[in-house]
């Protein structure tokens, strides 16, 4: 059996992706460069540097596909990376068996963006977004954003973040909002500490009902972020912190280390499909404690 990939669809796909990188990359520059009352004014503003990576070719295709792995180390942003990488293959026989359409035949396309940002201030939370489109014989649209408070519990930023969503989910269907906060907070959860990993989000999956509709919704996903976090980093950045907030920040960090190498389904996927390691693991913060 024989896959044909939509190949016009995933072009723009990736065009989208890439553009939404180099959006946010913009925007997070612009932070680096225009705040002022910044606790570690003493540090240079950052800027991303990028480094492109290549997957060896896999029998049946002209390519493996790669990526390109952004990373931004400065003086808001202490750690963020922002990926976008298309990779196509063979799933092996353990994975077939768990991804939508594999189970007859095991050759796959996927497309993706990953961000992970750290900040430097415990008032700031981490941000994750991911949003991707695999295609086996099936073809469907994943992904999500979610925030983790490093110190306190910022209700107003709770509150804000959440409105937001919710207003973008409402604009497609009224079910979204409900169904997918209630996805994010069961999957970015640590059972072995019967704990929240942080203030949740949205978590989708598997969405194949209607490509165009689910692209704008995937797309709306990308620009809710876009025009939420910043704002909650320019709004927040002014607050000074403490030597007591900031170990108490590097603790939290262990929560998210501890999650996304025991529990997350895209870092598992990229190292059974032979993914980038750095692209893999630059979600991992700069620095982290443990109790």
């Not at 295709?61 to 293959?89: A, D, L, P, Q, T």
């Not at 977004?129 to 490093?150: A, S």
């Not at 497609?172 to 996805?183: N, V």
Request: proline share 3%.
């Amino acid at each position: 059996m024989k896959n044909t990939f939509p190949n016009k669809r995933i072009k723009n796909i990736e065009k989208y992706f890439k553009s939404l990188r180099d959006e946010i990359c913009l925007c997070f520059e612009n932070i680096e460069d225009n705040i002022k009352n910044v606790s570690n004014a003493g540090l240079k503003a950052g800027k991303f540097k990028k480094r492109v990576w290549k997957r060896g070719a896999d029998e049946g295709f002209s390519s493996g596909g790669g990526g390109v792995v952004s990373i931004m180390n400065g003086r808001v942003f202490e750690k963020v990376g922002v990926n976008i990488s298309s990779v196509m293959g063979t799933f092996s026989e353990e994975m077939r068996n768990e991804i939508t359409g594999a189970s007859n035949n095991n050759k796959f396309f996927a497309t993706g963006i990953s961000l992970v940002a750290h900040m430097h201030s415990p008032h700031i939370p981490a941000a994750h977004m991911n949003l991707r489109y695999i295609h086996t014989t099936k073809g469907w649209f994943g992904g999500g954003i979610d925030l983790t408070p490093m110190y306190g519990k910022p209700d107003k930023i709770k509150k804000q973040f959440h409105n937001a969503l919710k207003e973008m989910c409402n604009k497609h269907d009224s079910r979204y909002y409900g169904k997918f906060k209630k996805w994010c907070d069961e999957y970015f959860y640590l059972p072995h500490r019967n704990e929240a990993r942080g203030m949740g989000g949205i978590f989708f999956d598997n969405m194949e009902e209607n490509w165009d509709q689910t692209f704008r919704f995937t797309k709306d996903v990308g620009q809710t972020f876009l025009n939420t976090f910043p704002n909650i980093v320019i709004q927040e950045i002014d607050k000074k912190w403490t030597k007591r907030q900031r170990e108490k920040q590097l603790i939290k960090r262990g929560r998210y280390v501890e999650f996304n190498l025991l529990y997350d389904k895209g870092t598992a996927f990229g190292l059974k499909t032979g993914g980038n390691i750095d692209a893999i693991f630059m979600s991992l913060p700069p620095s982290v404690s443990w109790l």
